[in-house]
C-alpha cells in the first residue's frame, strides 16, 4: 500500500499544514480500515506526531494550551464571514518564531475574550506573541498585516508562527491584485 499527499499549504507559513496533514492521514487509515478508534484515540496517536497535530483530529474550534496539546472547546463562530490568506515569500523557521518569544501569561483571558466580544473588538486584545519578534526581523509581513486592516478587516494577524497574514472580513473581498508575488487564498467560511 502507498500514499501519496499532495500538499497545498505552503511550508513555513504558521498554518499547521504539516500537523494537518499527520492528522487527517490518521483520520484516513481509522476510516480506511474501519479501526474505529475514537477521537480520543486518535488523539494519542497524533501528539506522537506533534504537540498540536492533535488539535486537527477535531473539525471544531477549539482552544490549545500546554504544548498545543491539551484542548478544550471554543466559544467562537466565524460562520459566514469571509477569510484572507497571504503568504509572503519569506519563510520563517519554527525555531526561530520561537526563539523570539518570552513565555508570560496573558493579560486577558483568551476563552472569555473569544466568548464575550465581537471579532471587531479582537484588535489590539488577541495577540499573536510570535508577531512582536518576527515583524522586527521580516517587516513586510507587518505590512501586510496593516494592509488587511487598511482594506476593512475586522481582525488581522500572523498565522501561527508565520509567515502568512489572514483577515477575517465581513463580506467578499476581491484580494487577487493586492500581493501577486505572494500566495492566496480567500473564501467563505461555513
Known sequence: MAIHLHKIVPMGAGLGGGSANGAHTLRLLNELFDLKLTAEVLC????TLGSDCAFFIHDKPLLGSGRGEILSPATVSLSGKFLVIIKPDIHIATREAYAGVTPAMPSI??????????????KGKLINDFEASVFTRHPAIAAIKNFLYAQGALYASM???GAAVFGIFEKPIASADWFPEAVQWCGQLP
Open 159 to 161: 498565522s501561527g508562527s
Open 109 to 122: 483571558d483568551l476563552e472569555k475574550l473569544l466568548a464575550q466580544h465581537d471579532i471587531s473588538e479582537w
Open 44 to 47: 494519542q496517536y497524533a501528539l
